[in-house]
């Protein structure tokens, strides 16, 4: 069954809020993108290495491209902040209070945020929102804080707070570097008039530019797939739970499952009760089907979590080298089958982060550009801060860790102002981090005030 069929086998109610939502969820991609890729942009057209046109247009293309070839691991990274269990276990109506809250959360900050110039996270906004409904759920249901996967919070803020210090420092340093191996001092003063960078420069910011939309795509993009997946989630959790896309898959795991549990037991070792209770549900739901299209709708999610959990506790084994090896494999086909983005969301995700990159971008573009420092930004200092945010965020991007586009950037450019000794501008700086401060607890409140206004009018 495809997307359309699922959505058309919803009653009028359901399927007009799951319209709605995956709208929001595309406009919160869509804002995403003149929100933050605002600041790859930034340095290109301040130091007239382009025109302010075809600098948006090209950034916009790097993001698309971002999107598509940037994978998935940060999407689940943030499909896993919320153990999607609190969208099946709750009543109907609470799971789509829950996701229309945290989208909307995300869309009131981002744009209020974006009108004031001030370039703050997308990252932390949609984190914030997601803590804000999972924690305000668990207090409604009397389950306390637990509605929260606090282990995975904890990974994802510190590369929230890792990174802004790490742009700093490591943009100041390449601009210090630059400054003893290259003794150009035109590379360190403000453009004049109508000069330009030199070519080799010019070459480097407009790769750099490239490479932080590209960056942005690939993380930030992964992270509106996980918005998308949790509406998806929300609203047509038997259609989505397995991966029924992909033929012959549900055979495959099923053997993936016992020569697991084979590999375990010659190490030495043994399966946990758990771990065998899982294993027994994914050999007898699967016997003799070769696609996971094949499992009735009412065991699919059943079958998922027997997946998950099975997977989660024999990759936990303390196994030896040659036996982990010899897991990896099968632990990728259990992963293919829980872990998958449709075609069409990536697509759409892509375009929306693309089209989103081409409008709106002014107002944060000038912040960043003119109101950080106290001098105009030098063709170094745009170089330096864009090589260090373009390779610390391809490398969260493939760890699967969720960073700010932002605070990378705009703080490598502080840095870099700093090195320079150009000066910063200190209500610039206060009004900048302090949006920072309040971007976490302001999304969890206002989250989940929507949560729990939505449940009070949903009776």
């Known amino acids: 069954m495809n997307f359309w069929d699922a959505a058309l086998s919803l009653s009028a109610g359901p399927l007009l809020f799951l319209a709605i939502a995956l709208l929001v969820a595309f406009a919160f991609e869509c804002i995403n993108g003149f929100h933050d890729t605002a600041n790859a942009v ?38 896993n902040l919320l153990p999607v269990d609190l969208l099946i276990e ?26 004031k110039g001030l370039p703050v996270s997308s990252s932390h906004t949609l984190i914030g929102s997601i803590l804000g409904v999972g924690i305000a759920n668990s207090l409604l249901t009397g389950k306390g804080l637990a509605g929260v996967n606090w282990s995975k919070a904890g990974e994802v803020g510190l590369a929230l707070l890792f990174s802004p210090v790490f742009g700093f420092v490591v943009a100041g340093l390449l601009l210090l570097t630059l400054k003893l191996l290259i003794r150009e001092p035109r590379l360190y003063k403000p453009p004049e008039g109508d000069d330009r960078p030199p070519t080799w420069i010019r070459g480097v910011l407009i790769a750099t530019c490239g490479g932080v939309s590209f960056a942005h795509g690939s993380n930030d993009g992964q992270k509106g797939m996980g918005l998308v997946l949790l509406v998806l989630i929300g609203f047509l959790p038997f259609h989505y739970a397995l991966n029924i896309y992909q033929p012959g898959l549900a055979e495959q795991v099923r053997e993936a499952a016992i020569a697991s549990e084979t590999i375990v037991t010659q190490d030495g070792q043994q399966l946990s009760g758990p771990a065998k ?58 992963g293919l089958s829980i872990e998958f983005v449709p075609l069409w969301v990536v697509i759409g995700t892509a375009l929306a982060l693309g089209i989103g990159t081409t409008i709106g971008y002014k107002r944060i573009v000038i912040t960043v550009a003119e ?41 490598g450019v502080a840095g870099t102002m700093v090195a320079n000794k150009s000066g910063v501008q200190p209500t610039t700086i206060r009004k900048i981090a302090l949006a920072w401060v309040l971007t976490l607890p302001a999304c969890i409140l206002l989250a989940g005030g929507l949560f729990c206004l939505g449940r009070w009018i949903a009776g």
């Open 42 to 79: 930034t340095t290109v057209i301040y130091t007239r290495t382009l025109p302010a046109f075809p600098a948006v247009v090209y950034s916009g293309f790097m993001n698309f491209l971002g999107v598509l070839l940037g994978g998935t691991a940060v999407a689940f990274g943030i499909v």
């Open 90 to 115: 709750g009543t109907s109506n609470a799971a789509l209070v829950m996701v229309l809250a945290l989208l909307v959360a995300g869309v009131i900050w981002n744009l209020g945020t974006w009108y």
């Open 277 to 334: 209770q899982d294993l027994e549900t994914i050999r007898r739901v699967l016997q003799d089907r070769s696609s996971f299209a094949e499992v009735p709708e009412a065991e699919r999610w059943e079958v998922r979590q027997a997946i998950y959990r099975f997977r989660k506790d024999t990759a936990s084994l303390q196994l030896s080298p040659e036996a982990k090896e010899a897991m990896r494999p099968h632990l990728k086909a259990l």
């Open 371 to 411: 109101k950080i420092g106290k001098q105009h930004l030098t063709y170094a200092q745009g170089a330096a801060a864009e090589t260090v945010a373009a390779g610390t965020i391809m490398v969260t991007a493939v760890t699967g860790l969720p960073v700010s586009t932002t605070h990378v950037l705009s703080s």
